[in-house]
């Protein structure tokens, strides 16, 4: 096969050319689509294999756990093994054989790979807004918390950091609306509640660091293999909205961080998104548009973004226009809906005169698919029927003994597998509220000996009790209140407000 393109199928009903995708346009996305059971994740697997071996890192998510398999050779005492045979005899792939590839497992939980983690900061409020299904007052008042945490060089890093800034926020809210607008303390509790709904779920293991670095996923091996990046993702379907933040947040990092390539002569690093329905489910246009925003400039960057689904038209048409590599794996239409799904779907390809491409979409049988790919030019090809290659890795799951080997030959479990908890928001703000609340234990003490001394009596002065309702930013917040008012007023609200106050 060439060098400048990547062998996807061939031999198709009445059709023996090749189907091949171009590397330099592979950057130009892509879809894979398909109702359940008819080859979507072989067509995922077949793909990661060949970009890999033309030296591109992919990265992607395994929902069933069925793509673990790369990290092993296929087997001729596998079942299929004769199937795989004659697949690869009747399409053409003359150097078919078995492989392993090289593959790193991740996990947000931590259970089946390295640990996948971020900082609340790097999360940002928007993405992290759309994981909590804020309100828009809501929003406003996490946006206020970011600003506060900017200006006063508090590191959020990790859940507790956010929930004692929430905390500090609230308590002294008259203070700080007059400056940034009004702060509901409703809202505050209700951000708080979906936080700990979150903690709850498992994913206060995402935030914290050492926070995930984007050149240990995209990475080649000394041989020049495309490193394969799989996610667990069988656990992380529990929590779909926190599956489809933490892909967007990925794709985000990629277009922030990487540099300009223009149009280079293969991808810098490929992005599969699975189950790409959970990303735009409800989701507003704000966010729509801001991955269609980020779909269309990161081919620039060298990425290629591909989404799989079941129906076309779970993808926003916006983006489904820029999407010029396609895999259409049958449809079934069964339901008024399902027809005009296959409608639509058929009429994204360019016609082929020798088939109705509604009809082949229909009838296509597993591991066959309707295919265009862009050709010289970025033009999309004529449709064809293809027969899907078979891959070269193995088919089915790893089982937990091996995975657990490939996790240990791994040098990067050193830089990611235990967590570091450095100093941040939360220890600042509870040392800050420590601070002040000494000088009132100190004026109480003072007062209770100066009574004692002048009556010539002995009191069994009782210690001061702080209510319940007192939290730390409270403290904080009596303590300079006492304080303004008087002849050191002005000194210390220079202090106070200049610590946590002060501008950028």
Do not use: C
């Not at 390295?114 to 790097?122: G, L």
């Amino acid at each position: 096969m060439k060098q400048d393109r990547i062998f996807i199928g061939g031999g198709g009903e009445g059709y023996t050319t090749p189907e091949e995708m171009l590397l330099k346009y592979a950057n130009r996305h892509g879809l894979i689509a398909g109702a359940t059971g008819t080859g979507k994740t072989v067509t995922l697997q077949i793909l990661a294999e060949s970009f890999s071996k033309a030296g591109v890192p992919v990265f992607m998510a395994d929902v069933k756990g069925d793509l673990s398999g790369m990290a092993a050779a296929g087997s001729p005492q596998h079942k299929l093994h004769e199937k795989l045979v004659s697949r690869a005899e009747k399409i053409g792939l003359q150097d078919y054989g078995y492989e392993a590839f090289p593959v790193t497992f991740w996990d947000l939980f931590g259970e089946k790979g390295h640990p996948v983690r971020t900082t609340i900061s790097e999360m940002g409020p928007l993405l992290l807004s759309r994981l909590l299904e804020l309100s828009e007052a809501q929003e406003g008042v996490l946006n206020i918390a970011f600003r506060m945490a900017d200006e006063q060089s508090l590191l959020l890093l990790d859940l507790k950091d956010l929930q004692s800034l929430l905390v500090w926020l609230g308590e002294n809210a008259s203070a700080v609306g007059l400056r940034y607008g009004n702060i509901s303390k409703a809202s505050i509790g209700a951000i708080q509640r979906r936080l700990l709904v979150l903690e709850n779920q498992g994913a206060a293991q995402f935030f914290g660091e050492p926070a995930l670095k984007l050149e240990d996923m995209i990475a080649t091996t000394p041989s020049g293999q495309g490193r394969v990046n799989i996610l667990a993702a069988d656990r992380l379907m529990g929590a779909p909205r926190l599956y489809a933040t933490f892909l967007l947040w990925l794709l985000s990092e990629l277009f922030e961080n990487l540099p300009e390539v223009g149009d280079p002569d293969k991808p810098k690093f490929v992005f599969f998104f699975d189950e790409a329905h959970l990303l735009f489910d409800d989701a507003p246009k704000a966010l729509i548009n801001k991955v269609e925003q980020v779909a269309r400039l990161i081919r620039s960057k060298g990425v290629g973004v591909f989404f799989i689904t079941q129906q076309p038209d779970d993808v926003p048409s916006d983006i489904l226009g820029q999407l010029g590599n396609r895999v259409q794996h049958a449809l079934r239409a069964y339901t008024p809906r399902d027809q005009k799904a296959l409608r639509a779907a058929a009429e994204t390809f360019r016609p082929n005169p020798r088939f109705d491409t509604e009809d082949a979409i229909r009838d296509v049988g597993t591991g066959e698919a309707v295919v265009s790919m862009l050709q010289k030019k970025g033009v999309p090809s004529v449709v064809e029927r293809t027969l899907i290659r078979p891959p070269s890795s193995r088919l089915g799951p790893l089982d937990m003994s091996e995975r657990k080997a490939v996790m240990a030959r791994s040098a990067l479990g050193a830089a990611y597998d235990t967590a570091i908890d450095r100093v941040s928001a939360f220890e600042k703000l509870t040392a800050r509220a420590a601070e002040a609340e000494e000088p009132e234990e100190t004026e109480k003490s003072e007062f209770n000996s100066a009574r004692r001394y002048s009556s010539g009596k002995t009191y069994n002065a009782r210690k001061p009790v702080k209510r319940r309702s007192d939290s730390t930013a409270e403290a904080f917040a009596k303590s300079f209140s006492r304080s303004f008012g008087s002849k050191l007023g002005n000194s210390i609200a220079r202090g106070v407000l200049g610590s946590l106050f002060k501008a950028r």
